[in-house]
């Protein structure tokens, strides 16, 4: 949920995001629609300046079991990513391109192996390739063209 201003339809000037609990997140400026200066608040923490700046989020506000971190340049998740499951273990890591997945993303299973490899380009799924246990090939799917 977002509170603050708005310049056509988008996000601009001084507000405040909350998540889907009412939980405060982000107090700052928006640019355009992209969080541009400001800082994270209780789950999240973040310290963003002229788009730019690292971003930690976490599962709980008193025990900080990290959820996300990554990066923003020009107000949009940009570089490599991580994602964490609520006990802490690594489920995703990859790279974001001005706020979409772009190149290999890969998915663990909960004992920490390798279960996917999904291909994205400009944030569309493109292919993957899933693995079984011992990290040999178990299928490899591309996706259909329109």
Do not use: A
Not at 14 to 23: A, C, L, Q, S, W
Not at 46 to 51: F, L
Not at 52 to 76: R, S
């Amino acid at each position: 949920m977002y509170s603050g201003e708005y310049l056509n339809g988008r996000r601009h000037g001084k507000g405040e995001f909350y998540d889907r609990n009412g939980e405060l997140l982000f107090v700052g400026e928006y640019l355009n629609g992209k969080l541009w200066n400001g800082k994270g608040c209780n789950t999240m923490e973040c310290e963003i300046k002229d788009g730019k700046g690292k971003v930690k989020t976490y599962h709980y506000k008193d025990v900080k079991i990290l959820k996300f971190e990554g990066e923003y340049i020009n107000g949009k998740l940009n570089g490599p990513y991580k994602e964490y499951n609520h006990e802490g273990k690594l489920i995703y890591e990859g790279r974001y391109l001005k706020g979409k997945k772009n190149g290999i993303i890969k998915e663990y299973n909960n004992f920490g192996q390798l279960k996917y490899e999904i291909n994205y380009v400009n944030g569309e799924r493109r292919e993957f390739v899933e693995y079984i246990f011992n990290n040999k090939v178990k299928l490899k799917r591309k996706k259909n063209k329109k």
